[in-house]
């Protein structure tokens, strides 16, 4: 098993990121337990784990959406952002056109109702021209279909010029031409020194294209090179936990001193298989 060990030193300058023993969750149950580790400026991860093993969860902590339980989450100060949930969590039926979705990658710059710019215009179209969209700016988002839509979506991260950027399960029913676009786009951003976390359940596309792997099942199971990290011992242990959410569940049967941090949470009931 590979861990990254949590450091007492603070945050490295290369961080841009740092997990201290967070515990995320819901009402009084932890989804995400204990978290320690650090991500590195540029760095192209893969979050991985089966069905509800707490990844859309830790994006949301990172992003903000959930304050922690316990622990905390350190991002850069200076951090731009840029997140795109899993598609379920995307209302597509307002009436908009493409270019009004890309042009939301603007919003920080010039506000929800501020003029673009001749240069604003250009960088819309240059950005849909990148994902393959070129010619669609004016047609209305539900006459997309849902690869399509997942590559406007990645045009208002381009537009966002975001250093840290957060991708939930981006590539779940896009054709394979439209998956290899979209991880060439991600392969750019980190040469371009851009950090982008990446939940994906294809182990092949984890290992042909993320260096660096988290994997999760509501534990850290494994954080680091994807070769480490991806072992049959971790992907075994990483299976035998089963989904459960019990009311009744014990409390948080970690070592007292991981929760110095003061918080009480409980635990979902895990099943080894
Ligand atoms: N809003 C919520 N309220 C209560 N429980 C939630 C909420 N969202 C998620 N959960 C629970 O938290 C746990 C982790 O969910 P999460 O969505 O992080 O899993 P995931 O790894 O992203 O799963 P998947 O691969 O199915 O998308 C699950 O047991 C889930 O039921």
């Known amino acids: 098993m590979s861990r990254v060990p949590p450091r007492a030193g603070g945050t490295r300058l290369m961080d841009i990121l740092t997990f201290d023993n967070v515990t995320l969750g819901y009402g009084s149950h932890a989804a995400v337990h204990h978290l320690s580790?650090?991500?590195?400026?540029?760095e192209k991860l893969a979050v991985?784990?089966?069905?509800?093993?707490?990844?859309?969860?830790?994006l949301k902590?990172?992003?903000?959406?959930?304050?922690?339980?316990g622990g905390r989450i350190t991002r850069d100060g200076a951090t731009r952002l840029a997140y795109l949930p899993q598609a379920a969590e995307v209302d597509r039926s307002f009436p908009a056109r493409v270019i009004d979705l890309v042009a939301l990658g603007l919003w920080?710059?010039?506000?929800?109702?501020?003029r673009h710019s001749a240069d604003d215009i250009a960088r819309l179209h240059a950005a849909l021209a990148r994902v393959g969209l070129a010619g669609f700016a004016e047609r209305p988002l539900d006459a997309l279909s849902g690869g399509q839509f997942q590559r406007a979506?990645?045009?208002?991260?381009?537009?966002?010029?975001?250093?840290?950027?957060?991708?939930?399960?981006?590539?779940?029913?896009?054709?394979?031409p439209t998956e290899a676009d979209l991880l060439r786009l991600i392969a750019?951003?980190?040469?371009?020194?851009?950090?982008?976390?990446?939940?994906?359940?294809?182990?092949?596309?984890?290992?042909?294209?993320?260096?660096?792997?988290?994997?999760?099942a509501r534990d850290l199971i494994g954080w680091g090179a994807t070769?480490?990290?991806?072992?049959?011992?971790?992907?075994?242990?990483?299976?035998?936990?089963?989904?459960?959410?019990?009311?009744?569940?014990?409390?948080?049967e970690a070592p007292p001193h991981e929760h110095l941090g003061g918080h009480s949470h409980e635990h979902t009931t895990r099943t080894p298989a």
């Open 37 to 42: 580790g650090s991500i590195a400026r540029g």
């Open 48 to 58: 991985i784990g089966g069905n509800g093993s707490g990844k859309s969860t830790l």
């Open 61 to 69: 902590g990172i992003v903000g959406l959930l304050r922690p339980m």
């Open 108 to 114: 920080t710059k010039r506000g929800l109702w501020g």
């Open 153 to 176: 979506l990645f045009a208002r991260v381009i537009v966002q010029q975001a250093d840290l950027i957060l991708l939930d399960e981006s590539f779940n029913g896009v054709d394979q």
């Open 188 to 216: 750019d951003w980190s040469t371009e020194g851009r950090t982008v976390l990446t939940v994906l359940h294809d182990l092949d596309t984890v290992r042909q294209h993320f260096p660096r792997s988290l994997l999760l």
């Open 227 to 252: 070769a480490d990290v991806l072992t049959s011992a971790n992907l075994a242990r990483a299976r035998g936990y089963t989904e459960a959410w019990d009311d009744d569940a014990p409390l948080c």
